[in-house]
């Protein structure tokens, strides 16, 4: 493959890309930590079976595609295409969702793909649906153009959005089949815009803990008993002051901090200049709400470095209307904190639990249980024949030199495969940007930027090809 054929591509992407992802929207496949009962509804299985049909519709050469299947966990598809040249490259994507909370515009179904134009929307187009059509059309791509190619591992999991508790055992259980690849490319990830190819250098792990407080047997009249039984929210918020502070966000505990290198800070600074204010217009704030951070250069280290945290759910608190003179007798909550890249996930988490459970307030019981902690993630350098193959497909999809940045989310696979291969090149890329909404209402997907993530894909299996034969020349 002498250039990146993009008219191809967009013409493939159109026909059966938009085809796969209309078929996938509609599935309900959430992530097990929202669906408990994921295995009766099937919905996991289906995302995989038709993951499986397309790329069995577009007649890959000597395509085999395995189910791997662990009792207790969520399923995991592994699809190998064998080469045309040496070498072994593992890409990665997930086909799990995150429940689709509104609403959306237009009154939209989320489980419904929508089209306007180049922007295409619905729950896990972006997150991660479109990674199976990107991998499907840039290995047919290359075999279309005979280009020689290595042997592709494409490993799409079930668990991502629950902290892919269920990774680890997949990797262990198919280690012969996986080996040692030469290349890894994570599908999950992205940058500042949708205007160029980003690569990922770095990203936040995630804790997630549930803390319930509980002072009642049951409700009380909060006329009798206010001022002499303990409140549950004002509990709750003395734990949560144990965490962080609420005057700036800070956190309070030691063990969930993480330094920010000289080098993320220039290499912030530098991003502004380029893009200029990344988050400026990226998100829908009401009038008068100004953004965190001194500057945008801050805004961007804050984002992929800093720890943070977040009340994400809460249940036992009635609606307003619903809402009586009764004080409740417990309350739940859901946090997350996204940790700098080099905190120790583990290390942090036990000492979350440790910080929330001790001398709960006023006696009240205090339980914390948590999810499977997500460790975060800092990128080795690239070698030269990669960076070089980004920057030609960037220029040839884009017209524009690719970016590095520092991501704020969690893809614990990275971590994963960091540890197993030491000195193999990673590469997280992807059509992400922060004005995608993934996890959120409107979530979408650009059409150029997938078209562009495959040329990109593309162009590292057929860099990885031909640097693998000069190696063995």
Same mark, same amino acid.
């Given at each position: 493959?002498?250039?990146?054929?993009?008219?191809?591509?967009?013409?493939?992407?159109?026909?059966?890309?938009?085809?796969?992802?209309? %078929?996938?929207?509609?599935?309900?496949?959430?992530?097990?930590?929202?669906?408990?009962?994921?295995? %009766?509804?099937?919905?996991?299985?289906?995302?995989?079976?038709?993951?499986?049909?397309?790329?069995?519709?577009?007649?890959?050469?000597?395509?085999?595609?395995?189910?791997?299947?662990?009792?207790?966990?969520?399923?995991?598809?592994?699809?190998?295409?064998?080469?045309?040249?040496?070498?072994?490259?593992?890409?990665?994507?997930?086909?799990?969702?995150?429940?689709?909370?509104?609403?959306?515009?237009?009154?939209?179904?989320?489980?419904?793909?929508?089209?306007?134009?180049?922007?295409?929307?619905?729950?896990?187009?972006?997150?991660?649906?479109?990674?199976?059509?990107?991998?499907?059309?840039?290995?047919?791509?290359?075999?279309?153009?005979?280009?020689?190619?290595?042997?592709?591992?494409?490993?799409?999991?079930?668990?991502?959005?629950?902290?892919?508790?269920?990774?680890?055992?997949?990797?262990?259980?198919?280690?012969?089949?996986?080996?040692?690849?030469?290349?890894?490319?994570?599908?999950?990830?992205?940058?500042?815009?949708?205007?160029?190819?980003?690569?990922?250098?770095?990203?936040?792990?995630?804790?997630?803990?549930?803390?319930?407080?509980?002072?009642?047997?049951?409700?009380?009249?909060?006329?009798?008993?206010?001022?002499?039984?303990?409140?549950?929210?004002?509990?709750?918020?003395?734990?949560?002051?144990?965490?962080?502070?609420?005057?700036?966000?800070?956190?309070?505990?030691?063990?969930?901090?993480?330094?920010?290198?000289?080098?993320?800070?220039?290499?912030?600074?530098?991003?502004?200049?380029?893009?200029?204010?990344?988050?400026?217009?990226?998100?829908?704030?009401?009038?008068?709400?100004?953004?965190?951070?001194?500057?945008?250069?801050?805004?961007?280290?804050?984002?992929?470095?800093?720890?943070?945290?977040?009340?994400?759910?809460?249940?036992?608190?009635?609606?307003?209307?619903?809402?009586?003179?009764?004080?409740?007798?417990?309350?739940?909550?859901?946090?997350?904190?996204?940790?700098?890249?080099?905190?120790?996930?583990?290390?942090?988490?036990?000492?979350?639990?440790?910080?929330?459970?001790?001398?709960?307030?006023?006696?009240?019981?205090?339980?914390?249980?948590?999810?499977?902690?997500?460790?975060?993630?800092?990128?080795?350098?690239?070698?030269?024949?990669?960076?070089?193959?980004?920057?030609?497909?960037?220029?040839?999809?884009?017209?524009?030199?690719?970016?590095?940045?520092?991501?704020?989310?969690?893809?614990?696979?990275?971590?994963?495969?960091?540890?197993?291969?030491?000195?193999?090149?990673?590469?997280?890329?992807?059509?992400?940007?922060?004005?995608?909404?993934?996890?959120?209402?409107?979530?979408?997907?650009?059409?150029?930027?997938?078209?562009?993530?495959?040329?990109?894909?593309?162009?590292?299996?057929?860099?990885?090809?031909?640097?693998?034969?000069?190696?063995?020349?």
């Amino acid at each position: 493959m002498s250039a990146i054929d993009l008219v191809s591509l967009r013409r493939a992407f159109e026909e059966h890309g938009v085809a796969f992802l209309q %078929r996938f929207v509609a599935l309900r496949s959430l992530s097990p930590a929202f669906d408990p009962t994921w295995e %009766r509804h099937g919905e996991l299985e289906r995302a995989l079976e038709l993951a499986a049909d397309a790329f069995s519709a577009r007649e890959i050469p000597r395509l085999a595609i395995t189910v791997s299947r662990i009792p207790g966990r969520s399923p995991a598809l592994i699809v190998t295409v064998p080469g045309t040249s040496p070498g072994t490259a593992l890409l990665y994507g997930h086909l799990d969702k995150q429940p689709a909370q509104g609403p959306w515009h237009d009154d939209t179904d989320p489980f419904q793909l929508v089209r306007e134009g180049d922007l295409l929307f619905g729950r896990g187009v972006v997150d991660d649906g479109y990674s199976v059509p990107v991998v499907v059309e840039a290995i047919r791509a290359l075999a279309d153009d005979a280009t020689p190619r290595p042997t592709v591992i494409a490993l799409f999991e079930a668990s991502e959005e629950s902290g892919s508790p269920d990774l680890e055992a997949h990797l262990d259980a198919n280690a012969a089949q996986l080996g040692v690849p030469d290349l890894v490319v994570c599908l999950d990830a992205g940058g500042l815009d949708t205007r160029r190819l980003w690569r990922t250098t770095s990203l936040r792990g995630n804790l997630v803990v549930t803390v319930s407080v509980a002072v009642l047997d049951h409700g009380v009249h909060s006329g009798e008993a206010g001022g002499v039984v303990p409140e549950t929210f004002r509990i709750l918020r003395a734990l949560v002051d144990r965490i962080e502070d609420a005057s700036d966000g800070s956190i309070r505990i030691p063990e969930l901090q993480a330094p920010v290198p000289p080098a993320a800070r220039e290499a912030a600074r530098r991003l502004v200049g380029i893009v200029g204010d990344p988050f400026a217009a990226a998100y829908p704030l009401l009038p008068g709400v100004r953004l965190e951070g001194e500057d945008p250069a801050d805004r961007l280290v804050r984002q992929s470095w800093a720890t943070t945290l977040a009340l994400t759910g809460m249940d036992g608190v009635p609606s307003v209307p619903e809402g009586g003179n009764v004080l409740r007798p417990s309350l739940t909550a859901k946090l997350s904190l996204r940790l700098g890249p080099t905190v120790e996930a583990e290390r942090a988490l036990q000492r979350l639990i440790e910080v929330l459970s001790a001398d709960p307030p006023l006696g009240a019981q205090v339980r914390v249980t948590a999810e499977a902690p997500a460790q975060g993630w800092v990128s080795a350098p690239l070698p030269d024949w990669l960076e070089t193959a980004l920057e030609e497909a960037s220029q040839a999809a884009f017209g524009a030199a690719p970016l590095e940045v520092g991501v704020g989310g969690s893809i614990p696979f990275l971590a994963s495969l960091s540890r197993r291969f030491p000195t193999t090149p990673i590469v997280a890329t992807g059509a992400l940007a922060p004005t995608s909404n993934a996890h959120g209402p409107d979530e979408h997907l650009v059409l150029t930027q997938a078209v562009g993530v495959t040329g990109a894909v593309a162009a590292m299996l057929a860099a990885l090809a031909a640097e693998r034969e000069g190696r063995s020349a």
